[in-house]
Every structure is written in structure tokens, then in C-alpha cells.
């Protein structure tokens, strides 16, 4: 499917040179003279190298067209991670290399969306928000203003994030999976 140049977001897969290519990064570009242009990084998903490519609005690129399959998230080993197929309860393993941060997002049947092109898994997708418990945080220096008061804290997950001054140590929150940014607090 052909998408244009100013399309492209973070995330797709795209055909450029005859290999297949994730957006890492996207920006807008409207330079003083001349046209307007969206600045494009890219990962290959083959070799594995990185490309800044400019794509005018006016140029088109090929979207590459990938199968999306639920799968149910199992274990994790020295091996990769594991994922089963709800429908027909077939296992597939990943590497955790394909996963990087959010292997730590993973919880026992998690529902997630794997990506496949010719096969092959390229992608994982988690739902977009997940309720995580607190570990630890930092205390809270009176008197700092609104704007500023937010403070790191530990997840049991492992992961580092900054919430409001009122999270405290064993509550539970809403972490946005996409920014693995904090969302709201659970009562």
C-alpha cells in the first residue's frame, strides 16, 4: 500500500531499496526556502543499520503489509520469551533483543499483538496501558512548586518512571505503554 512522504509515522514498516525498514523517528521539516519535508530515521530490519532519509509529501513510499496476531505472553528464559496462540494454542519464541524495554511490561497472559512479515515476527505490541505496583520512591521536598514536583519512583517491574508526589511505595498505577510514562493512580 502506497503512503506519502508526510504519512510516515513512528512505528510503521516501510519498503525503501528493496529492504524493509521500521520509523524510528519522524520530524517535520519547514525550511526558510523550498518545500516542506518530513525527516525520516530508519532502522533495517534485516542488516540491522540505520538510514536519515528525507520523503517530500509529494513522494510516495510502499507500506510494507504485515499480519497482526494476538498471542498470549507465557515466560521468559535465558532463551527468549514465549507466546501462545489463544486459538490454537501453538508457542512461539522471541528474542529478547525484539522486545528491549518492554520485556519488563511483560505479566503472565498478557494479551499482545505480534507483527509477521513472510512469517517472520518483527514486532510486538502491548496494550496500551498497564497497571504496575510501586516498589519504591523518593521523598518530597516541601514547598517545591506544582510544575516541578514530580518524583522518580521503582516499579516491582524493575523499571524507573517519575509520578506526583502523592504515589507512594505499594500503590498501583496506570503506566502508558507506548511513552512508559505514568497515567493515573488506582485506588
Known sequence: MKIQGNEIKPGMIIELNNDHWTVLKTQHVKPGKGGAFNQVELKSL????????????????????????????????????FFMDPENFEQISLKKELLGEKLKLLTENLKVIISFLDEKPLSIDLPTNIECEIESTEGVVKGQTAASSYKTAKLKNGLDIMVPPFVEEGNKIILDTRTLEYVKKIN
Do not use: H, I, M
Open 46 to 81: 534485516t542488516k540491522g543499520t540505520k538510514l536519515n532519509q528525507r520523503f517530500r509529501s509529494s513522494e510516495s513510499v510502499e507500506r510494507a503489509q504485515l499480519e497482526e496476531k494476538e498471542f498470549n505472553f507465557l515466560y521468559s528464559d535465558d532463551a527468549g520469551c
